[in-house]
C-alpha cells in the first residue's frame, strides 16, 4: 500500500515493514553533477536522498538495500565518491543546536538584507567566501532554467490592438477628461475621437461637448433654412 513516499508491505509473520515507494516508471535520474548548479545543491540531491532513507525505511537491511541503490544511482548521474562519502560523514555527525542570543537595544545591529547573486562556477564561491567576513547572507540563483529556455511566454498585445478596455483621455487645453468604456480595438476608438475633434473648428475635444456643439450647430441651420 503506497503512501506518499512510503510503501507499507505486511511480511509473512503479520508485522509490518517500511520501505521508498517509488513508481514503476521512475528512472533514477537526479541532477547531474557536471550540470552548472553550486555544489550546495548537488549535496543536497544526495542528503534529501538519505534522509529519505532513514526517516522512512525502519529495518536495517532494507536501510542498506536502499543506501546502496541511491549510490548506485548517484554514480550513474556523475556523482564521484567523496561527494557521497561527504554526506554520509554529514549525516552521521549530529547537528549542534546554535542558541540565539537576544542582542540587547544598546548593542543591536540592524539585520542586513541577503544578496542574491546569479551562479556563475569559479566565481560565485569566491565572492561568498568575500561576503562571509562581513557576515552578509548570500544566497544563489541559477543564471538559466530550463523554463527560461523552453517556455516563451505570449507576447504582449499593443496598446491600440486592446478590446473591452475602460479608457481615459486627458484635454489638452484644459484640466477635463473624458472616460469611456468601447468593446472595439482601443486604437479605432482613438481615431474616432482625434477625426471628430479635428472636424470643428471650435476647441471642443471630449466627445460630451461635441455633442451638445453639434446640437446647436443644427438648431442654428434649422433656424436660418429659408422658408417655402
Known sequence: MPFLDT????????????????????????LHFSSHRPLQQKLSVNRTLMDKSISIVNEEEDRKQEEQR?????????YPEWCINKVERQMSTPKQKKVARKPTKQYSEPQKATV??????????????????????????PSQSLRS???????????????????????????????????????VMLQEHRQGVSERDIKAYTQS???SVAMEQKSQASQTMPSL
Open 149 to 187: 529556455l523552453l517556455v516563451h511566454t505570449k507576447d504582449k498585445p499593443r496598446l491600440q490592438d486592446v478590446c473591452e478596455c475602460v479608457y481615459k483621455i486627458l484635454c489638452r487645453n484644459c484640466d477635463k477628461t473624458y472616460i469611456g468604456e468601447t468593446c472595439r480595438a482601443f486604437g
Open 7 to 30: 510503501l507499507i508491505m505486511r511480511k509473512a509473520d503479520g508485522h509490518v515493514k517500511l520501505l521508498v515507494y517509488r513508481k514503476t516508471i521512475h528512472t533514477d535520474q537526479y
Open 70 to 78: 541511491i549510490q548506485t544511482a548517484l554514480s550513474c548521474c556523475g
Open 116 to 141: 542574491v547573486i546569479p551562479y556563475t562556477h569559479g566565481l560565485l564561491e569566491a565572492v561568498i567566501r568575500v561576503y562571509e567576513c562581513y557576515s552578509i547572507p548570500t544566497s544563489m540563483r
Open 209 to 211: 461637448t461635441s455633442k
